[in-house]
């Protein structure tokens, strides 16, 4: 197995919380677990460590979660690198560069969120809704603000995860994303960074208490 299909399975499987904060790591048991050798395990730990997904203990590393100081920081820089994103798609959709295909997999991926949601299946509705934030990221054309956005989703994952409830107001985040989806469609640069924003500033606020679809 290549270094980085192995970087990219603990990365997963961490995320996933398979292995939740607090929890150690070994290259031993993750090589065991995967199958290979230590020497690309061991590179892999070295990546998650500068993630910020796992801390070194001497002996192996352990899973890290967000303090809470630590991740109202972390939501106020969410709030503010969407607001970013969510301009720069609408500037680019005003401007006739998005492809309809890809807005179409945006309003399909709110589409299958709201289901899932509905549904009650918290995992799956993790997923989604990172899909439909990182679409608008994708959209907005930026790749160092997607790349900072997706260490940012994994290290509030992990760190919410186990305090994750069904949503309070479903219809209410549904609403957001299709209002964010719309102000996009429409090029509306400042109405689509107000959403964004507002919406990422309102579950960092609820995150107690909220669900991942939001």
């Known amino acids: ?57 001497g002996r192996g590393v352990v899973v890290t979660g967000l303090s809470p100081d630590s991740l109202d920081h972390a939501y106020a820089v969410r709030a503010a690198l969407e607001t970013l994103t969510a301009e720069l798609a609408a500037d680019r959709q005003r401007d006739g560069r998005i492809p309809p295909a890809a807005l179409a997999e945006l309003e399909d991926s709110a589409r299958r969120l709201e289901q899932v949601t509905a549904a009650g299946d918290l995992d799956r509705a993790i997923g989604l809704n990172r899909d439909f934030h990182r679409t608008v990221a994708e959209l907005a054309g930026n790749p160092i603000a997607l790349e900072t956005l997706d260490r940012l989703w994994d290290q509030i994952i992990v760190s919410t995860r186990a305090t994750l409830t069904a949503p309070e107001r479903p219809e209410a985040v549904a609403d957001e994303h299709r209002r964010l989806l719309a102000a996009i469609r429409d090029g509306r640069r400042e109405l689509a960074g107000r959403i964004a924003g507002d919406h990422a500033r309102a579950t960092g606020a609820a995150r107690t208490r909220t669900s991942p679809a939001s």
């Open 1 to 57: 197995m290549h270094g980085d299909t192995v970087y990219r399975r603990l990365r997963e499987q961490i995320v996933a919380g398979h292995y939740p904060p607090g929890e150690r790591l070994t290259e031993l048991s993750a090589s065991a677990a995967l199958e290979v050798s230590r020497t690309p395990v061991r590179e892999a730990l070295r990546r998650l460590e500068s993630d910020g997904l796992v801390r070194s203990t």
